[in-house]
């Protein structure tokens, strides 16, 4: 192996077909995408015969090797010897490892694709330089890729690298691919970046810049993006030794202000929600404060986006149309930072709700999901690998139990490792409700018997959690989170204690009554908190 490590970050894979090439010259494009800042070039060709490939081996050779670039030949150990170029990437049905590094000697670039943690250890430690891991997503590109892994298999196999616990494991670099664009590649790279495993040294694209019709600017924007965080990413959680106010004069300070600012800027949120609960959740946000458009139609929500404010989607009533608009809206608001609260409603009860809500947390970022214990249960083993991911004794015990009797201790693990892995915050709700952001974990209270007799009162939870995000979420999503909890289950306390509140009917309209006494109030009222830390 090379002593010094290659920039894997921005990797070109050529492709010299029709529909991506489009009949250019192939050493022009390279030479350009070079130009705008591809940092690796592997010469990709199933169809070419040996000496036509070894003549556009050379040919590229010739610009990548001023360039200081590394170029790659995929599958043909023999054509890398032929060129002397610097490495090979093969795949899993290629000559093996040992015998490429026996022909190609120590210093040359061996790479691998894998799209398991299985493939990705196996690699490793028989000596690969890097792992390609995919496919990332279904691509055109690539017919017959064996697995779509989404950002969530990324990283899994990421995490399992590192728990493995061999150096040669912890080590390998890694790029990914399949499907990767300009608008996604930062979110993959988010998303696969688990403080359980380690991050990824590198995307892998072909025809982001290959079809592009300037390789330059479509290498330049993605090198751009490989530099900064999304625009969604919360700020990294502060670690729990340096929050220096106690959990009461926090809650104390920011609930009030956040209450303040939700006053005075009356935020968007849009629910796309199920339509039991559509026109109550219109009133609960109208009650604290926020302005509710209840749009389910994915192709206005790019320009309720940019109105900055929140969106809820809750997949109460699943529809395959419900579906494909939730994650229009989805990327839309990602896009643009906008706070998205999932609310992944009755996920574990069958395979078209579970296998929506992998397609959910496949196709975007969540700044927030809410569910009861049997809905974050299913969320919890949705994005787990069968290997590798650390809490899969949780996953195990049972994903679909509505009724559990796990503690509010091990509920709190399985929140703030979920939390964890998806670099979100989560909330688990109950008898007591868990909420973390993966760094700190609470525990609250409040509420009242009440809210179990109403439809709805979970989902319009969200739209409540969802109107502190707006708000909220660029500064601290765990205390926004906690606002609108606070308000929502304090209001229900007073609701349910009035004289004239006498079932669930007269509690529903009590409630609403509260929840704009609450607005109204100074948040003095934040004082019957009932939080701590676990
Ligand atoms: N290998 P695009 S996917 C060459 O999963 C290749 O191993 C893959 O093309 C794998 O960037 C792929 O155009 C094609 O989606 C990637
Ligand atoms: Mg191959």
Redesign the pocket.
């Known amino acids: 192996m090379g002593n010094m490590k290659p920039d894997y970050s921005l990797y070109l894979?050529t492709?010299s077909t029709e529909p991506?090439l489009k009949g250019r010259d192939l050493v022009q494009v390279v030479k350009d995408a070079i130009a705008g800042g591809v940092t690796i070039v592997?010469l990709?060709d199933k169809t070419a015969e040996t000496a036509e490939l070894i003549r556009k081996a050379k040919a590229l050779h010739g610009i990548t090797k001023p360039a200081g670039i590394p170029l790659l030949i995929?599958d043909r150990v023999d054509v890398a010897l032929a060129v002397g170029c610097e490495g090979v990437h093969i795949?899993q049905d290629d000559m093996d490892i040992t015998t490429a590094r026996r022909l190609l000697g120590p210093s040359a670039i061996i790479g691998v694709?894998a799209?398991s943690a299985e493939e990705a250890m196996t690699a490793a430690k028989a000596g690969a330089d890097y792992l390609?891991?995919?496919?990332?997503?279904a691509?055109?590109?690539?017919e017959n890729?064996?697995d779509i892994i989404y950002p969530s298999g990324v990283r899994n196999i990421l995490s399992a690298l590192v728990e493995v616990g061999e150096p040669s494991c912890k080590d390998v670099s890694t790029v990914c691919?399949?499907?990767?664009?300009a608008s996604n590649a930062q979110r993959v790279l988010y998303q696969s970046t688990s403080p359980l495993g380690k991050p990824l040294n590198g995307i892998?694209?072909?025809?982001?810049?290959?079809?592009s019709p300037s390789p330059a600017d479509a290498a330049k924007d993605l090198k751009s993006l490989l530099s900064s965080s999304p625009s969604f990413a919360p700020p990294p959680p502060k670690p729990k030794t340096e929050i220096t106010q106690t959990l009461k004069n926090q809650i104390y300070t920011s609930v009030p202000s956040l209450l303040k600012r939700l006053a005075s800027t009356k935020p968007l949120c849009h629910n796309m929600t199920n339509t039991v609960v559509q026109n109550f959740a219109a009133n609960v946000a109208l009650a604290i404060g926020a302005s509710p458009i209840m749009s389910t139609a994915g192709a206005e929500a790019a320009d309720l986006a940019r109105l900055g404010g929140s969106l809820v989607i809750n997949m109460g009533t699943l529809t395959p149309v419900a579906l494909e608009n939730y994650i229009v809206a989805l990327k839309a608001y990602n896009a643009v930072g906008g706070p998205v609260l999932l609310d992944p409603v009755g996920a574990g009860a069958t395979g078209v709700r579970k296998a929506a809500l992998k397609e959910l947390m496949a196709n975007g970022y969540f700044s927030v999901i809410k569910g009861n214990e049997s809905e974050i249960r299913t969320v919890f083993a949705t994005g787990a690998s069968s290997a590798g991911i650390s809490g899969k004794e949780i996953q195990q015990r049972g994903v679909d139990s509505a009724s559990s009797t796990a503690s509010v201790k091990e509920k709190a693990v399985l929140v703030s490792t979920l939390a964890k892995r998806e670099r979100t915050t989560i909330l688990m709700t109950g008898e007591t409700d868990i909420l973390s952001n993966g760094s700190r974990t609470l525990a609250i209270s409040n509420g009242h018997a009440y809210l179990g007799q109403i439809t709805g009162s979970g989902c319009t939870l969200g739209t409540t959690v969802a109107a502190f995000l707006a708000v909220g979420a660029k500064e601290d999503p765990l205390m926004a989170v906690l606002a609108g909890l606070l308000m929502y289950e304090i209001a229900a306390e007073r609701a349910g204690g009035r004289d004239d509140v006498k079932g669930a009917g007269t509690f529903q309209a009590a409630f609403l009554d509260e929840l704009g006494n609450l607005r109204e109030g100074n948040g003095g009222w934040v004082g019957g908190a009932k939080v701590e830390e676990v």
């Open positions: 894979v492709d991506i592997q990709r995929n795949g694709t799209s390609g891991i995919g496919t990332v997503f691509t055109p590109t690539k890729t064996k691919i399949g499907g990767i664009n892998a694209v072909v025809s982001e810049i290959i079809a």
